[in-house]
């Protein structure tokens, strides 16, 4: 299945710099490493000044061809929040929460998904198959079902159940593979893929580059929604790595376009349990050498964190060490705390992936001028998550006495 190439995109290797027009390249002809998607379109500055309803208000910076309808579930166009009782108790001048948690199916994945769908059907396409933790499973699903066609999702055992059933709830063929490494499912699908003539649509930029471009969008809203006037650091969960460089190559069009000068510093956040992107910086790895170090064994209740290795490294670390950034790992016990944190001073319910940035906030060069933390997915998903960390439900109570004992009374 292939389609032609769009006349204003182009193949960037972010390993050797070479860039050529957008064709069926798989992997970079200079050095075999892979390719990213870039825009070369100018759109009017117009777009980054209106508030846009969902993300397909830039498609003219996304790799579909004009006339070609999207499927589209209303994703994007999300909340950037000013969070003023969090910004206080880490004692920043000031910080945002980019809320994904709005989104069709509760995660960021519907960007991603909504473009990568939209070319597989483009190309001929009547199945996808993908690797997931659970949102991706949830995204496929749901948009193959808007699509008119078929789902089937691989999931390896840090998926979340709840996110398994409200996959099958859309129709999603959910196969549960043995293992807890997904390197070794998305490997099981790409074979599958190639055997059966799907669509693979994981959302890993080295082996399926469009799939990835959706998330890229974050950085044009919250260029809008902050006036051009944007935070000093933006901090993203990373799992395989695929967000974090999509938000810092939206900047980089953000730069190409002459909006912004600079992109601000990425921080990218992973457990403690399953690291290697903090483990890649630190030892001044680059992609290829980073993927020759899975990481052993991961082990973390951020299960959509769980990738052993950097599926999107080759963006992902130059996304850090090109912005001058961070690689931060944190605690389980952080997670749970910033799980809790977020709910309780800020009303936002969001899954462990979501918690690192929250943990985050403590560990950030204290100078920090303004901060934003993109909050990728709902924890009405993993609700499991929280037993223990949260207080009640309390005992009946029948009488104003037993309410004022339970409650403290008025005040």
């Known amino acids: 299945m292939s389609a032609p190439p769009v006349p204003y995109m182009r193949h960037q290797c972010h390993g050797c710099g070479h860039a050529s027009a957008a064709t069926d390249f798989r992997v970079c002809p200079g050095c075999g490493g892979p390719l990213s998607l870039e825009s070369l379109a100018r759109p009017p500055r117009a ?110 055992g840090h998926a979340a159940p709840a996110k398994l059933r409200q996959a099958a709830a859309y ?106 992107l903090a483990q890649a910086i630190d030892r001044g790895w680059g992609f290829r050498e980073s993927l020759a170090h899975p990481w052993p064994a991961p082990k973390t209740i951020a299960g959509g964190l769980a990738d052993d290795i950097l599926f999107d490294g080759h963006t992902a670390l130059p996304a850090i060490r090109e912005t001058n950034g961070l690689a931060i790992t944190v605690s389980e016990g952080e997670i749970l705390e910033g799980m809790r944190l977020l709910a309780a001073t800020e009303g936002i319910l969001c899954e462990p992936s979501s918690a690192v940035v929250v943990a985050a906030l403590a560990k950030l060069p204290p100078e920090s001028n303004g901060v934003c933390c993109v909050i990728t997915g709902s924890g009405i998903k993993d609700l499991d998550a929280f037993a223990g960390s949260a207080a009640g439900p309390y005992p009946a109570a029948t009488t104003l006495d037993e309410f004022r004992a339970l409650t403290g009374g008025a005040g």
């Open 47 to 156: 777009i980054f000044e209106q508030r846009p309803e969902s993300l397909w208000h830039y498609r003219e910076l996304l790799p579909i061809p004009e006339g070609v309808a999207p499927v589209t579930l209303g994703e994007g166009a999300t909340p950037a929040i000013e969070a003023d009782r969090l910004r206080a108790r880490f004692g920043l001048n000031r910080l945002l929460l980019k809320n994904e948690t709005g989104n069709p199916t509760g995660s960021f994945k519907d960007r991603q998904v909504s473009v990568g769908i939209t070319h597989a059907r483009h190309i001929g396409a009547s199945t996808v198959v993908a690797m997931s933790s659970g949102n991706v499973a949830c995204s496929a699903s749901a948009y193959a079902a808007r699509a008119g066609m078929r789902a089937i999702v691989l999931v390896h």
């Open 171 to 276: 129709g999603g063929q959910v196969v549960r593979v043995p293992t807890d490494s997904s390197r070794e499912v998305i490997d099981l699908c790409i074979r599958a893929s190639e055997e059966f003539g799907w669509y693979h649509l994981t959302t890993a930029g080295m082996h399926e580059r469009y799939n990835v471009e959706g998330a890229k969008t974050i950085a044009y809203e919250l260029y809008q929604q902050t006036g051009g006037d944007l935070p000093e650091w933006v901090v993203v969960p990373v799992g395989g790595g695929g967000l974090l460089g999509a938000v810092w190559r939206g900047f980089e069009d953000l730069v190409r376009l002459g909006l912004i000068d600079r992109c601000p510093r990425l921080c990218g956040v992973q457990p403690r349990e399953c690291a290697p």
